[in-house]
């Protein structure tokens, strides 16, 4: 019986995934893949049709009846005339409604789907991902590995409210139509400065911690993590301000480093 995955998932070629170069917009061969990736799934397109309007706040055409052409044409029309970030959307709504199906039918519908779309999204460059449901911000692979590492690390040494900093930061990227950089930048500070609270007992920064501590980090990597904290405390990176709004590569890229800095000091300092 032939594999569910196609040939070069089978034997391993899968190749490097691709700069993300896609964020903000839903090209046309995401719409399109989308689609095709439900009716891989013998979805009708009168299913389709439901999840779409509602997701669109559309009403269906009662003069279409027939699945093809008629209700196909719809749904076509719908996905490729919405909003960018609706697409988005429209993937978690299917999802959802896959996974009520699978729960009623088992089946595994859903796992499939998010697989397919995930797969696309890397292979085209584009900076999201679908992780239990929900579309997320995705990001290199450094920053995933990064920031996955620091969230496991939080969790098992019981400081469960860095680790929610670090959530939120990501939630925060995930934003749509507009990622809130400011808001992830502070979560990610507040994440060290949760963990700092928890080894020194007391309300502190990563700058008066490294300079009671010097001998505690080599000096470049001293320089190195002031400056960054430096930027993340900065005024309108953290607090906002007009005009001063991080891009989402210095978010993400904020982000990343205070996530390795939680995993960093409550290695040196486990529970």
Request: charged share 25%; aromatic share 8%.
């Amino acid at each position: 019986m032939p594999s569910s995955q196609p040939f070069s998932k089978r034997q391993g070629y899968t190749g490097q995934p691709k700069e993300i170069t896609t964020r903000e917009e839903a090209p046309e061969n995401l719409r399109y893949f989308v689609l095709e990736a439900a009716r891989e799934l013998d979805w009708a397109p009168s299913s389709l049709r439901e999840i779409l309007c509602r997701v669109l706040g559309e009403v269906p055409d009662s003069n279409n009846w027939s699945e093809f052409p008629n209700v196909w044409d719809e749904v076509q029309r719908l996905i490729y005339g919405c909003e960018w970030f609706k697409v988005y959307d429209i993937i978690e709504a299917l999802h959802t409604r896959f996974s009520k199906h699978d729960r009623e039918n088992k089946q595994r519908h859903a796992p499939r789907f998010a697989d397919a779309i995930n797969t696309f999204f890397i292979e085209r460059g584009i900076g999201w991902q679908l992780v239990d449901g929900g579309i997320v911000t995705r990001g290199n692979e450094a920053f995933e590995g990064t920031v996955k590492t620091a969230v496991a690390v939080l969790e098992e040494d019981a400081k469960p409210t860095a680790a929610g900093h670090l959530q939120f930061a990501i939630s925060a990227l995930s934003g749509r139509p507009k990622a809130n950089t400011s808001g992830a930048v502070a979560h990610a500070t507040s994440a060290v400065e949760c963990v700092l609270g928890k080894i020194t007992g007391k309300a502190t920064t990563l700058g008066k911690y490294l300079d009671k501590h010097p001998d505690l980090f080599h000096p470049a990597l001293k320089k190195g993590l002031d400056g960054i904290y430096g930027y993340a405390s900065d005024e309108g990176a953290r607090h906002g301000k007009e005009g001063t709004e991080p891009t989402h590569e210095e978010a993400e890229f904020a982000v990343a480093v205070c996530a390795a800095v939680c995993t960093l000091l409550t290695r040196k300092h486990p529970k």
